[in-house]
């Protein structure tokens, strides 16, 4: 009788982790906790304050990331922390020698129908929105399939519209996208104002 119940009780988690779908790389509840405890201590900050990872973000990718390529990071950050990002031109500004590059977009949101899925196999996706409010939609990975060749470094999707997950970014947030994190971006807000300067850092993914 403990066994059967015990098989039954199995069942109905693996039913309800299908049912909550695959949007990210999984982690463990431990690993969830020590990265979330990391992420608040904030020694990855290097002098930006202005904005922590929004609650999509996939801590863990994050905090393995960064110790695994902390030169780049610490320089994105410190040129976030130094920079007028209101200020500064549109356009791509390298960021010191880290060989990374900063892309400042003046841009608009548009209705999801013109916007495509995608995702990253070398790079993460790092996304700032510094001006207005953008709209990121995350596809689950199950109900989805690519509807293109990958061309480094970008792939796209279709997927279903039901199950995929809406957050609106602002200043207060930045956005982290690793290669499990199939996205859309640019998606229009339920606000008059459509209008957002963003800032886009591509970062090495380090297997």
Same mark, same amino acid.
């Given at each position: 009788?403990?066994?059967? *119940?015990?098989?039954?009780?199995?069942?109905?988690? %693996?039913?309800?982790?299908?049912?909550?779908? #695959?949007?990210?790389?999984?982690?463990?509840?431990?690993?969830?906790? %020590?990265?979330?405890?990391?992420?608040?201590?904030?020694?990855?900050?290097?002098?930006?304050?202005?904005?922590? /990872?929004?609650?999509?973000?996939?801590? !863990?990718?994050?905090?393995?990331?960064?110790?695994?390529?902390?030169?780049?990071?610490? %320089?994105?950050?410190?040129?976030?922390?130094?920079?007028?990002?209101?200020?500064? /031109?549109?356009?791509? =500004? /390298?960021?010191?020698?880290?060989?990374?590059?900063?892309?400042?977009?003046?841009?608009?949101?548009?209705? *999801?129908?013109?916007?495509?899925?995608?995702?990253?196999?070398?790079?993460?996706? @790092?996304?700032? !929105?510094?001006?207005?409010?953008?709209?990121?939609?995350?596809?689950?990975?199950?109900?989805?399939?690519?509807?293109?060749?990958?061309?480094?470094?970008?792939? =796209?999707?279709?997927?279903?519209? +039901?199950?995929?997950? @809406?957050?609106?970014?602002?200043? +207060?947030?930045?956005?982290?996208?690793? /290669?499990?994190?199939?996205?859309?971006?640019?998606?229009?807000?339920?606000?008059?104002? +459509?209008?957002?300067?963003?800032? !886009?850092?591509? *970062?090495?993914? #380090? +297997?």
């Amino acid at each position: 009788m403990k066994k059967t *119940l015990m098989m039954m009780a199995m069942m109905m988690m %693996a039913m309800m982790v299908g049912a909550q779908g #695959v949007y990210t790389k999984a982690v463990s509840k431990q690993e969830a906790k %020590a990265a979330k405890k990391w992420v608040k201590k904030g020694e990855w900050r290097n002098g930006f304050v202005a904005a922590k /990872p929004h609650e999509s973000v996939n801590l !863990v990718e994050f905090q393995s990331q960064y110790a695994k390529n902390k030169a780049q990071w610490d %320089a994105m950050f410190r040129w976030l922390a130094e920079t007028d990002l209101l200020a500064i /031109p549109k356009g791509k =500004h /390298p960021i010191g020698d880290s060989g990374l590059t900063a892309s400042v977009e003046d841009s608009e949101n548009e209705p *999801l129908e013109k916007r495509r899925s995608e995702s990253h196999w070398q790079k993460i996706d @790092f996304q700032y !929105v510094v001006k207005g409010t953008e709209r990121f939609g995350i596809i689950e990975h199950n109900s989805s399939k690519p509807n293109s060749k990958y061309r480094p470094d970008v792939i =796209h999707y279709d997927y279903d519209r +039901q199950l995929a997950r @809406f957050y609106d970014s602002t200043p +207060q947030g930045f956005f982290l996208f690793f /290669p499990d994190d199939w996205h859309i971006a640019k998606v229009k807000t339920d606000l008059e104002d +459509q209008t957002i300067r963003v800032i !886009v850092v591509k *970062l090495d993914y #380090v +297997q």
